[in-house]
T-cell receptor, first 108, second 111 residues
Framework: DAKTTQPNSMESNEEEPVHLPCNHSTISGTDYIHWYRQLPSQGPEYVIHGLTSNVNNRMASLAIAEDRKSSTLILHRATLRDAAVYYC?????????FGTGTSLTVIP | EAQVTQNPRYLITVTGKKLTVTCSQNMNHEYMSWYRQDPGLGLRQIYY???????DKGDVPEGYKVSRKEKRNFPLILESPSPNQTSLYFC??????????FGPGTRLLVL
């Protein structure tokens, strides 16, 4: 099975950047790297995804290592509403493999 | 509004009493999936469907059944629920390789 490894928890101060790491050493050439987040009492929601190149959208940036064995989700300015569990996921065709995610605490 | 709906949102039942949790999407997605979420274990896939009449097991299929007779619906069936199926269940849909949209979740308690 494709697996990802993330730290269980991280903290950030409000208004500061946050770098959430993910290791996926078993990734294959066609696997997309997806990031989702889950706010309390809600279903997961899409954040960003990429294959090889770094990606930016209005929510975050995704930095992918050259060997694709790791990636980093970057929140440029953390807000209290960004407190959530962040999942790094490999997408194999139709199947999403979730890990246990990183619980992000944002400190006012 | 594009969405995935699940019903019921909350359910308390007793061991052995068959139940069905419905899932419906209005985005014409090919792919639908069921997950369960338990403390400390993250989301684990139960079953998925790549299209009408095409279903396959995920990581934790034991004790569950699914069907996909229409593209928009993907019900989860527990023929004989047991307490270890107490969990938070999420349905999701997408097209191949694209963003997954998740429903709001169904919290199930089996006594």
């Amino acid at each position: 099975d494709a697996k990802t490894t993330q730290p269980n928890s991280m903290e950030s101060n409000e208004e500061e950047p946050v770098h959430l790491p993910c290791n996926h050493s078993t990734i294959s050439g066609t696997d997309y790297i997806h990031w989702y987040r889950q706010l309390p009492s809600q279903g997961p929601e899409y954040v960003i995804h990429g294959l090889t190149s770094n990606v930016n959208n209005r929510m975050a940036s995704l930095a992918i290592a050259e060997d694709r064995k790791s990636s980093t989700l970057i929140l440029h300015r953390a807000t209290l509403r960004d407190a959530a569990v962040y999942y790094c996921i490999l997408l194999l065709q139709y199947q999403f493999y979730f890990g246990t995610g990183t619980s992000l605490t944002v400190i006012p | 509004e594009a969405q995935v709906t699940q019903n019921p949102r909350y359910l308390i039942t007793v061991t052995g009493k068959k139940l069905t949790v419905t899932c419906s999407q209005n985005m014409n997605h090919e792919y639908m999936s069921w997950y369960r979420q338990d403390p400390g274990l993250g989301l684990r896939q139960i079953y998925y469907s790549m299209n009408v009449e095409v279903t396959d097991k995920g990581d934790v299929p034991e004790g569950y059944k699914v069907s996909r007779k229409e593209k928009r619906n993907f019900p989860l069936i527990l023929e004989s629920p047991s307490p270890n199926q107490t969990s938070l269940y999420f349905c999701a849909s997408s097209n191949r390789g694209e963003t997954q949209y998740f429903g709001p979740g169904t919290r199930l308690l089996v006594l």
